[in-house]
């Protein structure tokens, strides 16, 4: 397998090699869906010039990174392109290690499963995968990363997000190797960068306990006492960074111009996602409302999410991946490759998937029209902001039926695996399985 | 004025006097002065500066509060005393002063409105005194300028040094506002001319009539309180008021036929009498380019001539002196009248030393960049000069983006204070010192990026534009004639504003042009529409997760159709066996 990845790498940073090289890097720089107020790149550019001028970045409100990037890029600024062709590559590299060691814990699962065929209902062993069916999922999936046109976009422009899904990806593996530490520590990572991964939680430690074979009931005492530990390392690490943040500096302003910033939505450009134009039209006297409500939307799927998943918690992750990608504050294109990346593990849910087909229409118009109705509106000055919000609704309401739609393929497999694929109504005909 | 001492009563109730008693008691000396400049300017337009200087030797900072006011007026010296104020300059100013058509101007202001004070060092809360200052001089003058805010308020470093006594400069208590989108109208003149000792009663400021000073090509109304010297040793300190009021008179639009000025052309009124509370009240003509009378004329004629040095130029000017009887002459008016007498012949006008102008490139409402162009043209001489440049918050600047070129090549500023934005609190703060090189010229470009903002955030008028307010550019400009320092000798009003302390440079201080810039605006007309339209996708988000959730899958059982059971229920009415 090595040979084809290798292949796909060099193919990919071939790509963005000469994307950098042309003419169109700095007018992807620019595009609103691809960077934000975040992750631009010309942002952190400013705040390292604010930095040589003797101001402090966080003084003003341009610059919203955290303090280590600044130290990061303030010794790589010049090999910015590099640094994210790497972190691309390492975003690709951990996830096709990450579904390799996932797919041997699958047929080891499935083993299990065959030995106790005889209590299965036959039909199903059709739903079953064999292990040749699954050899090219992990390239499959580092390949759905590097050469989706958004992932490209992003790298191109240079967006901090790509640093953000590398820290995830690496994160995803650690935890699918069963290393708590390590997963501990990467997801602070992706948690001090952008607070949402902090869902992430909770996968990652049904994940963990599920492999050292530790029973998930809150009675037990084990389930406590192992949640504390991932929750001691977590948050150890965590107090860890911000104290090195507020060395760095010397001040506590970066909390504030990060977080509270990512928190309380204060720059309405636009972007891909939903919080823009309903905090730009929003009633004053709502305003706080709104904001809690939007904020808490991105946080309340876990639970539910995690108790009917509590078996399947990778694919829990990729929920909730899905869900912050969706419902963040400032979305980009760069989030929304990191979950459409791991699509193909779950390929052998196409049979049940039902409107795959109007989605993938959809996510593809809204991607051509985003550039077409931004021109209009900012440029042509002949559409509105009406139209470009339009779109955006209609983007996220696609990824919303993508989501929903494995979600349900997701469930119903299972249902079948339990009571046989080909179901019969009391009289003998076929049957229709609808949710109740 | 004299001091009423109040009625002495004995035990029995009977006044000792039956008179008032009326003693007169030492006042401090208060002094009046007013004088009109009119100079005819190179392109035909006329230019009349009035300037109107009251000096008082009091303290407004000592304990028990003046409450004697003679001419000073009250109303502005109960704001010093109560605000602590030091220094106070407003201007309000309708046009834009076209420097390489008409020179420079005598005081130079920003369209619009623009306030700058220094507080003293005694106050400790500069921010409350500079809100409460504002309301209030917004009252005074009729203005809008409570819209002066935290957002358009800015703490230069360096441009914006006090004009009056200096003791040491702690930029803490300077604070500087523009408002560029305010109109000026009657209603700002009348209470102005209220502050003078003669109202529009008497003196010059009879001719200030707003008909005609409103159909202008430039208006300005200014209002300078400061404390000066009295002498070289500055042994004794009095506050001097000044209020000046600039106005150029378009040669087209007054329907002049033959180019022809008079008081009563451009005023509407001639002059009867001098203010009587005035110690002086002159009238000067600039004749430095007609001195052998051969491009006009004046009259009546004056035999007094005088000589200043303004501006780096020496001038000859013909004075009125309206303290004396035989200025109105027989009928008793003083009819100003300045005939030309050919139409061609221009003299060549000094052409003004530092000049700028700035301009927004870029398309689209995402970006643009500010260029902000200032011409050195001077053959030889190279010098600095202070640029003051205030942005609102909703450009947001990039620093990084910031390129000074003179000449093709880089010419890297040696002092840069910037202070950034911070969203809806306060506005971009970029000061430089630029060297500019002898006859050159020099940009300075910055891009930025444009805000959307919320939609009660927008004017009335969003797609009018947002106004960004002029930029500021100090400069002491070498001077070719020798400027005279000392501070105590006689000088006409108009040269003595901006203090002198070296011989070969003078202070000059020029605007560069307001900038309207486009931000892109959301649809107003729909709050309540996104507002359901984007909760109805989180609904649908939520929905669908909670069916998931909350549902399980069940073999269905199928429902009759409607038909069959209204069938069926009849069915069962008759007694008659029931469809399938």
Request: aromatic content about 10%; glycine content about 6%.
């Given at each position: 397998m090595a040979a084809p990845l290798t292949l796909l790498l060099v193919v990919a940073v071939t790509i963005r090699a000469a994307l950098y090289r042309s003419s169109l890097a700095e007018v992807i720089a620019e595009r609103v869906e691809v960077v934000s107020p975040i992750t631009a790149w010309k942002r952190v550019i400013e705040g390292l010039a604010l930095l040589d001028l003797g101001?402090?970045?966080?003084?003003?409100?341009v610059f919203h990174e955290t303090p280590l990037v600044i130290y990061l890029f303030h010794f790589l600024v010049d090999y910015a392109e590099i640094t994210f062709m790497l972190a691309d590559v390492i975003s690709a590299i951990a996830l096709y290690l990450a579904v390799k060691e996932y797919n041997k814990q699958v047929v080891r699962k499935k083993q299990k499963f065959a030995l106790e065929?005889?209590?299965?209902?036959?039909?199903?062993?059709?739903l079953i995968r064999s292990p040749k069916e699954m050899l090219y999922i992990p390239l499959k999936v580092a390949m759905f990363y590097l050469l989706n046109p958004f992932t490209i976009l992003s790298c191109v422009a240079k967006s901090t997000c790509g640093l953000n899904n590398a820290v995830i990806s690496l994160f995803i593996l650690t935890t699918i190797k069963g290393n708590a530490l390590l997963s501990a520590v990467f997801l602070c990572l992706a948690t001090y960068q952008s607070?949402?991964?902090?869902?992430l939680c909770a996968p990652a430690m049904l994940y963990l306990m599920q492999r050292q074979y530790i029973?998930?009931?809150?009675?037990?005492?084990s389930f406590w006492w192992f949640v504390v530990q991932y929750l001691f390392m977590y948050l150890g690490s965590l107090f860890v960074l911000i104290c090195l943040s507020f060395f760095l500096l010397?001040?506590?302003?970066y909390l504030p111009s990060v977080y509270g910033f990512i928190l309380s939505v204060p720059d309405l450009t636009?972007?891909?996602?939903?919080?823009w134009y309903f905090f730009a039209e929003m009633f004053e006297h709502f305003r706080l409302f709104f904001l809690c409500v939007f904020q808490i939307n991105v946080f309340f799927y876990t639970v539910p999410l995690s108790i009917k998943l509590k078996d399947h918690p990778v694919f829990l992750m990729f929920m909730q991946l899905a869900v912050i990608s969706i419902f963040k504050s400032y979305p980009t294109v760069g989030d929304i490759a990191l979950y459409m990346a791991l699509l193909p593990v779950w390929s052998h849910l196409h049979r049940f998937l039902r409107n795959i087909f109007l989605v993938s229409c959809v996510l593809l118009a809204c991607s051509v029209l985003f550039p077409v109705l931004w021109h209009l509106w900012i440029?042509?000055?002949?559409?509105?902001?009406n139209f470009y919000y339009a779109i955006t609704l209609l983007f996220n309401v696609a990824q919303i039926l993508l989501v929903s739609d494995y979600f349900y393929a997701f469930l119903r497999r299972e249902h079948h695996l339990i009571h046989g694929l080909y179901l019969k109504k009391k009289d003998g005909s076929e049957a229709t399985l609808v949710l109740k | 004025t004299f001091y009423i001492e109040p009625l002495k009563i004995n035990k029995l109730g009977?006044?000792?006097?039956d008179t008032f008693v009326l003693t007169p008691t030492p006042q401090p000396k208060d002094d009046f002065q007013e004088e009109l400049v009119i100079r005819p300017l190179h392109s035909g337009d006329i230019y009349a500066s009035f300037q109107f200087r009251t000096l008082w030797e009091t303290?407004?900072?000592?304990?028990?509060?003046?409450s004697h006011y003679r001419l000073f007026p009250k109303s502005l010296g109960q704001v010093i005393s109560k605000f602590s104020v030091r220094e106070l300059h407003i201007s309000f100013t309708q046009g834009y002063w076209r420097t390489m058509q008409w020179?420079?101007?005598f005081l130079p202001s920003p369209p619009g409105a623009e306030l700058w004070v220094w507080f003293q060092?005694?106050?400790?809360d500069v921010d409350a005194a500079w809100k409460e200052l504002t309301n209030v001089l917004s009252g005074i003058f009729c203005a809008?300028?409570?819209?002066?805010?935290?957002?358009?308020?800015v703490q230069p470093s360096?441009?914006?040094?006090?004009?009056?006594?200096?003791?040491?400069?702690?930029?803490?208590?300077l604070r500087y506002a523009t408002l560029p989108r305010e109109i000026v109208c009657t209603e700002n003149l009348t209470p102005w001319k209220k502050?003078?000792?003669?109202?529009?009663?008497?003196?010059?400021?009879?001719?200030?009539?707003?008909e005609k000073l409103f159909h202008s090509s430039f208006f300005s109304q200014t209002v300078h309180i400061r404390p000066v010297c009295q002498d070289r040793e500055c042994k004794t300190t009095s506050w001097e008021l000044r209020q000046t009021l600039n106005v150029v008179f378009d040669l087209h639009t007054s329907g002049q036929g033959k180019r022809e000025w008079s008081l009563f052309k451009m005023f509407s009124r001639t002059l009867t009498?001098?203010?009587?509370?005035?110690?002086s009240s002159k009238i000067y003509i600039d004749v430095t380019d007609n001195p052998q009378e051969e491009y006009f004329e004046l009259s009546p004629a004056t035999p007094l001539l005088s000589q200043a040095v303004v501006l780096g130029d020496r001038r000859t000017f013909s004075v009125y002196d309206?303290?004396?009887?035989?200025?109105?002459?027989?009928?008793?008016s003083l009819n100003l009248l300045i005939r030309w007498k050919?139409?061609?012949?221009e003299c060549s006008m000094l052409r003004p030393l530092l000049h700028a102008e700035r301009y927004v490139a870029g398309y689209g409402l995402q970006t643009g960049e500010i260029h902000t162009v200032m011409y050195n043209?001077?053959?030889?001489r190279s010098f600095p000069v202070l640029l003051l440049d205030s942005v609102p918050w909703?450009?947001?600047?990039?620093?990084?983006?910031l390129t000074v070129t003179s000449k093709g090549k880089d010419n890297t500023p040696s002092y840069i204070h910037y202070q950034p934005s911070k969203d809806r609190m306060r506005p971009h703060l970029l000061e430089m010192l630029v060297q500019l090189p002898p006859h050159s010229v020099t940009e300075v470009t910055v891009q930025f990026e444009r805000a959307l903002l919320k939609w009660?955030?927008?004017?009335?008028?969003?797609?009018?534009g947002f106004y960004v307010g002029s930029s500021v550019i100090s400069a002491l400009v070498p001077s070719s004639v020798a400027m005279d320092?000392?501070?105590?000798?006689?000088?006409p009003l108009f040269s003595s504003f901006f203090p002198c302390k070296e011989e070969s440079s003078y202070f000059v201080r020029v605007y560069t042009e307001p900038l309207l810039v486009n931000l892109p605006t959301p649809d107003f007309s729909m709050p309540y529409n996104v507002i359901c339209l984007t909760c109805t996708v989180v609904a649908v988000g939520y929905g669908s997760l909670y069916n998931l959730l909350t549902r399980s899958f069940q073999i269905e059982e199928p429902n009759p159709r409607l038909a069959k059971k209204i069938a069926n229920f009849i069915r069962r009415i008759r007694g008659v066996p029931l469809l399938s």
């Open positions: 101001v402090s970045p966080y003084s003003g409100d065929a005889d209590r299965y209902p036959q039909d199903c062993l059709e607070i949402y991964p902090l869902t029973p998930v009931n809150y009675r037990r005492a010397g001040s506590w302003d636009p972007n891909i996602g939903l919080f440029y042509a000055g002949s559409a509105n902001s | 009977v006044r000792a006097s303290d407004f900072m000592r304990e028990n509060k003046v020179g420079q101007p060092d005694s106050v400790t809008s300028l409570n819209f002066i805010d935290s957002t358009n308020t360096a441009s914006f040094k006090p004009l009056g006594i200096v003791n040491e400069t702690d930029h803490r208590f502050l003078l000792p003669c109202g529009s009663k008497a003196g010059l400021a009879v001719l200030l009539k707003s009498e001098a203010c009587p509370l005035a110690s309206l303290t004396q009887q035989v200025t109105f002459g027989t009928v008793r050919s139409t061609e012949g043209n001077h053959p030889f909703y450009l947001r600047l990039y620093i990084h983006t009660t955030e927008y004017t009335p008028d969003p797609n009018h320092t000392n501070i105590t000798q006689e000088q």
